[in-house]
């Protein structure tokens, strides 16, 4: 078994490389990336003799396909839309079974902020993504789209509720990823880089879809805050969430939902230093007139602000997972819930982000290299991993101290 995991030199992606890497069925774990020292880098952390580095611009058609040829399944961990369609496409047009973690459904790519998307001359965003699905479905490819934390796990608990109910009402994912809460007033906006922060960005300035009294409705994103405590595996803490784009197939695959909203989590008082920034236009992507030259408020903003959000030596972060899904079994009211709470690994120095996204993606990988997953075409995560594949999954993160808590409460 051999899988290449595209934008291996990166922190996820080095994550889902170093899962695949202690599987003993997998031979080969490939890393794709723009420089050769940052793969060598991985390489030599990872360890082992399974690492092999391709230095190599998988924006072009044919190094990107030639490269593809060579392995069995693979794994998409890039930060950008412009790359993860190109990636997407190419495998699906070489064949290759692949996983993608970014929180877009490619079957209904996302109108705001494109990034660089670069569609076929003629086609608009919904015939693209529609062309993909099909496309896939004839070469006989299985393309899991968004998997990793959220959207990931998030998609797999709340698809397993709602197979548990007889009749689902409403699906509620709240999940996020924060510094432990230690280092959170050492950082502006008690925030720390754990994913792309110009993509997290994108995700509080765009809008999205939720639903609402059984209508499909577009918001803005951050808004709908909720405050609620966690107070299971031991914590008690108070934290809130508001509404992103972060998992973004549910609203077309589980159409019988009256109300569906997925919320990204922070610590308290996050969400009013974003909304100071916003107010004050430093968000914006538009360019701003600035003495003799223009700027873009944002990337300004990121220049600025990025070097403090980064972690201080020593510092980890922390991944919650609080959802909530609702509806009726044998005639009665009741909800089921899921619950994370999962920390960094000091010994190892894999953040509780890599953890929760990165290994979710390589067990799907390894599903995909075994054959366990049937369905063909762009297939989000409810749709894919259930039944004994879903214990199964439970398992695997449980042998990686990764744990979800399910509780059944009648209303």
């Not at 495998?91 to 970014?102: F, K, N, P, T």
């Not at 159409?255 to 990204?264: D, M, N, V």
Request: with cysteine; net charge positive; glycine share 8%.
């Amino acid at each position: 078994m051999k899988a290449l995991v595209f934008g291996g030199s990166g922190k996820i992606g080095s994550a889902v490389a170093w899962d695949l890497a202690k599987d003993s069925d997998v031979e080969v774990v490939g890393l794709t990336g723009r420089h050769k020292d940052t793969l060598e880098k991985v390489k030599r952390w990872i360890g082992g003799k399974k690492i092999v580095t391709h230095v190599a611009d998988l924006t072009d058609r044919k190094a990107a396909t030639k490269l593809m040829q060579q392995y069995d399944a693979g794994a998409i961990a890039v930060p950008d839309r412009r790359r993860s369609y190109k990636i997407a496409q190419f495998a699906i047009e070489a064949g290759l079974d692949i996983v993608d973690m970014l929180e877009e459904y490619h079957r209904r790519p996302d109108a705001y902020e494109t990034e660089g998307l670069q569609l076929p001359k003629g086609m608009t965003l919904n015939k693209y993504g529609d062309w993909l699905h099909k496309t896939a479905v004839k070469n006989g490819v299985t393309f899991v789209d968004g998997q990793g934390f959220a959207p990931g796990l998030s998609n797999v608990t709340c698809g397993e509720a709602i197979r548990k109910l007889d009749a689902a009402e409403s699906a509620v994912a709240r999940v996020g990823g924060i510094p432990a809460k230690q280092y959170a007033l050492k950082h502006p906006l008690r925030y720390m880089i754990t994913w792309t922060f110009e993509h997290v960005l994108r995700e509080y300035m765009i809008s999205l879809y939720v639903k609402k009294d059984g209508k499909v409705v577009e918001v803005p994103a951050i808004g709908d805050r909720e405050r609620f405590r966690f107070d299971k595996f031991g914590k008690d803490e108070e934290l809130m969430c508001a509404v992103t784009p972060g998992m973004p197939s549910f609203i077309y695959t589980r159409p019988q939902l009256k109300e569906f909203a997925e919320k990204t989590v922070r610590w308290p008082g996050h969400w009013e230093g974003v909304d100071t920034l916003k107010e004050c236009g430093l968000l914006d992507i538009t360019p701003h007139k600035f003495g003799k030259t223009k700027i873009v408020p944002r990337e300004f903003l990121l220049s600025m602000i990025t070097p403090r959000l980064r972690p201080l030596k020593g510092e980890t972060d922390v991944c919650v997972m609080y959802n909530t899904v609702k509806g009726k079994k044998n005639g009665r009211d009741v909800k089921i819930e899921y619950f994370m709470w999962d920390e960094a690994d000091r010994k190892n120095g894999i953040s509780a982000m890599m953890r929760v996204t990165g290994f979710p993606v390589a067990i799907t990988t390894k599903f995909l290299l075994e054959g366990k997953i049937k369905e063909k075409g762009i297939v989000p995560p409810e749709d894919c991993i259930y039944g004994p594949l879903y214990r199964r999954f439970v398992k695997e993160l449980e042998k990686r101290d990764i744990v979800i808590l399910e509780e059944k409460t009648a209303l």
